[in-house]
């Protein structure tokens, strides 16, 4: 396994272009382009954590991917390049989004690549099913309450690993106003914004613990390139199977928020 970090993968997307040409990475004259260096790094960042977690895995076993929001999907491809020609291994990736346009063009570039080893699906995630089961939730910027979905997925699924980058955590916002311990806090409009980022995240992450998962948050870029870069990465623990949200409910209970996380369980 010669990929071991993040600048390792920065230097494989920089010199292969059978990869980043598809992906739209290139100009013609061959150069990267300068308007996907954030992008390319985010991917790259995310990936390093990725390949920690499922160098553990069996690898004489087949690892599937559910990709939530994939968007383009400029994760999955990557990550599947990465895999197949530096690791030897063959994963299979699910990738699903609301945008019928985007998952076109995800089937385009999986044609051009020759992928055979990839879904794509147009829907909700919470609402999809597959035919495999899935070791590996992901999700890079999944705006809002679909990081939510994603990782009621996981839940729901069983999934071995659950990592989601958060994107545009705004649904506690005017929730957080008052009638909490820290309105002194929350008064201030900038404030209120930064706290309901933490305080989404934190819920998140205990909502994950409570349901049997080891979790950890980790910076896949350094915040001068992206202040979303927190990721939530979730490990299932053997023998937690039995939800325990006491932390999650104290902490929701003190700022009185509805996350719809929750509601995805009670449906």
Do not use: W
């Not at 990550?79 to 063959?90: A, Q």
């Not at 990465?233 to 939800?243: E, F, L, T």
């Amino acid at each position: 396994m010669r990929i071991t970090n993040k600048e390792e993968i920065l230097n494989l997307l920089e010199q292969e272009d059978n990869i980043t040409n598809p992906l739209g990475f290139r100009h013609n004259n061959g150069l990267l382009k300068k308007e996907m260096n954030k992008k390319i790094n985010e991917i790259a960042g995310f990936c390093e954590q990725i390949l920690k977690v499922v160098r553990k895995f069996d690898r004489e076993k087949e690892i599937v991917f559910l990709e939530c929001s994939c968007g383009k999907s400029y994760l999955s491809f990557v990550l599947s390049y990465i895999l197949e020609s530096e690791f030897s291994t063959t994963p299979f990736f699910f990738g699903i989004d609301t945008n019928k346009e985007l998952i076109q063009r995800c089937e385009d570039t999986r044609s051009v690549l020759g992928y055979e080893n990839m879904v794509f699906k147009h829907g909700r995630t919470i609402d999809s099913s597959f035919d495999r089961k899935v070791d590996v939730v992901i999700a890079l910027h999944a705006c809002n309450t679909a990081t939510d979905e994603a990782i009621a997925k996981g839940i729901k699924m069983g999934a071995k690993n659950i990592m989601v980058v958060p994107c545009c955590q705004g649904q506690l916002r005017s929730q957080i106003k008052s009638h909490h311990p820290l309105t002194s806090v929350t008064q201030f409009g900038l404030l209120r914004y930064k706290f309901a980022d933490i305080l989404t995240d934190a819920l998140r992450s205990q909502f994950l613990s409570g349901s049997g998962y080891y979790v950890e948050l980790l910076e896949i870029v350094s915040p001068k390139l992206t202040p979303k870069n927190i990721l939530i990465s979730a490990r299932k623990q053997k023998g937690k199977n039995k939800r325990n949200l006491e932390r999650y409910n104290q902490l929701n209970n003190m700022f009185n928020t509805n996350l719809s996380l929750q509601e995805f369980f009670c449906q």
